[in-house]
């Protein structure tokens, strides 16, 4: 991967839109699991308080968008992590994790819904959690680097081209 001065409009815009997307089904997934249930029965889909096919199409998207992103990283570079040493390797392994879960997350939910696999329910739940954990820690440091270290490390996800 080629190294470039900052992140393009492209690339900071699916960031965000991709995290939004993330936390929103994060948050609407209470009940899918009788969804699956009644799905997988052939029976009436019981009162969720959400609809199963948001949350399903929500997350078919997060994975067309995080395939895009990754092509974009990949074709058009990206900043190097911040910092050097530790924090560094640090910041690509953390960056690695974040694009595995962001991929994963969405296919075993795929697997499970479209597939009828009820095994890999549990698993994207787990990693549903585990990706929460992961991209939370990720903000957690952005905001370190914004107002402890003062770097401006956070501009390159606000402003296109910023390092």
């Given amino acids: 991967m080629k ?6 409009g492209a690339q900071i815009s699916l960031h ?3 995290a ?3 936390l929103f089904n994060y948050i609407y997934s209470d009940g899918m699991g009788r969804a699956l249930d009644a799905r997988l029965e052939n029976t009436p889909l019981p009162q ?4 199963p096919a948001i949350h399903v199409w929500v997350g078919v998207a997060v994975l067309l968008l995080c395939a895009l992103r990754l092509g974009l990283r990949l ?3 990206a900043p190097a992590p911040g910092g050097s040493g530790l924090m560094q390797s640090a910041a ?3 960056h690695r994790l974040l694009y595995a879960l962001m ?8 697997i499970t819904w479209f597939g009828g696999v009820e095994a890999t329910g549990d698993l994207h739940a787990v990693l549903a959690n585990a990706l929460l954990v992961v991209a939370g820690g ?14 401006g490390l956070l501009a390159r996800m606000t402003r296109p081209g910023s390092m």
């Fill in 20 to 22: 939004v997307l993330i």
């Fill in 3 to 8: 190294l470039r001065q900052g992140y393009s």
């Fill in 75 to 77: 074709g058009g570079g």
């Fill in 16 to 18: 965000w839109i991709i």
């Fill in 138 to 151: 990720h903000a957690l440091v952005a905001i370190y680097h914004q107002f402890v270290i003062r770097d």
């Fill in 48 to 51: 969720l308080g959400i609809n």
């Fill in 103 to 110: 991929f994963l997350v969405p296919l075993a939910g795929a």
């Fill in 92 to 94: 690509a392994w953390g």
